[in-house]
């Protein structure tokens, strides 16, 4: 089963967090410290610009330089833009990459599908815990009543529809082609 291109956008900022978090060259115990990441109050502008111009170049061999521009694309806020480095670009970059008809666009399309799939998600997961609950109040009804229990007919139903939940679940995340 393929996933259609909205799906694909909606789930999109997680694994890109996901592909950061692992694979960044900022996040091994040699890079940086975070705090170098962000000008510090009072810095001297030359001193910021020379600080900011090597951080640049420490980015331009990561691994994972496009997945974490996007992120800066997608969830920086312009308010203090000039004051950092981020995917490889100052955020007097980022800002004016954000400002482009193209790129603000195509950022808003996905910050949307992003709230939406958080949502959806929330949704999703509330159900299965619901179902998880009724699945294992029916297994605690006694099995050898002489006729099913109204809470084990309710578990059963439950376990069909949570197993239908989970599939879908893994076909989205691709497990199924995995397994």
């Known amino acids: 089963m393929s996933m259609s291109p909205a799906r694909a956008r909606a789930t999109r900022l997680p694994q890109l967090a996901d592909d950061v978090r692992a694979g960044a060259r900022c996040s091994r115990p040699e890079a940086p410290a975070a705090d170098q990441w962000f000008r510090r109050d009072g810095e001297n502008g030359t001193v910021w610009a020379l600080r900011r111009a090597a951080l640049i170049d ?31 670009m100052s955020g007097d970059q980022l ?9 603000r666009d195509s950022i808003r399309r996905a910050i949307q599908a992003d709230a939406q799939f958080r949502e959806g998600e929330d949704e999703e997961r509330r159900r299965i815990r619901q179902l998880t609950t009724l699945v294992a109040r029916g297994s605690l009804s006694d099995p050898r009543a002489d006729r099913p229990s109204l809470a084990r007919r ?3 139903e439950a376990a069909d529809e949570l197993q239908c939940l989970r599939t879908a679940r893994r076909q989205r995340a691709g497990w199924m082609r995995a397994a």
């Open 58 to 88: 420490y980015c331009a061999s990561c691994p994972v330089l496009a997945q974490c521009r996007e992120i800066g694309l997608r969830l920086d806020t312009p308010a203090a833009d000039g004051d950092m480095v981020r995917g490889g």
């Open 95 to 103: 800002s004016a990459m954000r400002r482009t008809r193209r790129h």
């Open 154 to 156: 309710r578990a059963a």
